[in-house]
């Protein structure tokens, strides 16, 4: 794989127990801080297709991430530094966020890295200050807005250290307001970053590519502006 090359992926296929094909030979790269928006109807294969970048999912084909080579065989001793190499945010922040304050769900990842307390509570507030939430060490997070909530699961993710963040429809429930600040957040970051999402104007205010999913295959690629226009994927 190519040293700046942080995603490799070759001729994926993934058939879901009840028969139904997910992903239909997938080809698909992403380097070292780039940040590429995935556009696609709802069941094209989005999805599926970022679950198999942490081993949540396992196809058959080449899956090449940070290095590792996953598949069926792979074990789970090299699983678990993917897992720490690709940061999933998921569309619902909720689905994140069940600890009883904010500082111990940032510090959760790290602790299960194992790092000492001490160290995995070093490394949430760094996070927490990077996406701008140092100051609610000591909240509940059910008692955040969608924004606060969103940055503050990113906050767990970034506290992994990972290469690739992976962000499935990062706007959802968020006001304008809340759109451009994570704009901004999301432009200060080295990481290379995977947009999952139907909102034309965020994918284009941060990625340089597109890819455009349909039924299981990469239909197309290019530039934001011209995956948008020939899929007529524009509001």
């Known amino acids: 794989m190519n040293a700046a090359r942080v995603i490799e992926v070759r001729n994926l296929r993934y058939r879901y127990p009840d028969g139904i094909v997910a992903l239909d030979g997938i080809d698909f790269h992403m380097d070292a801080g780039e940040c590429v928006a995935l556009f696609g109807a709802n069941g094209s294969g989005k999805t599926t297709f970022v679950l198999h970048l942490n081993g949540l999912l396992q196809g058959e084909g080449s899956v090449q991430v940070c290095g590792v080579t996953l598949g069926p065989s792979v074990s789970a001793t090299d699983l678990a530094p993917v897992r720490s190499k690709v940061g999933l945010v998921f569309q619902d922040s909720d689905d994140q966020l069940f600890l009883p304050t904010v500082l111990e769900d940032v510090a959760f990842g790290p602790a299960n890295l194992g790092l000492t307390p001490d160290l995995a509570a070093t490394r949430a ?40 963040l992976v962000l499935d429809e990062p706007t959802t429930a968020l006001d304008p307001p ?6 901004a957040l999301l432009r200060t970051l080295p990481q290379a970053k995977l947009l999952v999402t139907h909102d034309t104007g965020f994918a ?32």
């Open 125 to 164: 507030k760094e996070a927490l200050e990077q996406t701008g939430m140092a100051g609610a060490l000591a909240r509940a997070p059910y008692h955040l807005s969608s924004g606060e909530k969103r940055r503050v699961a990113l906050a767990g993710v970034l506290a992994m250290q990972p290469e690739v």
């Open 178 to 183: 809340g759109q451009r600040d994570l704009i």
């Open 204 to 235: 284009a205010a941060l990625a340089t590519r597109a890819v455009f999913f349909e039924r299981g295959r990469v239909a197309g690629e290019g530039s934001v502006e011209e995956i948008v226009n020939r899929f007529g994927w524009a509001r």
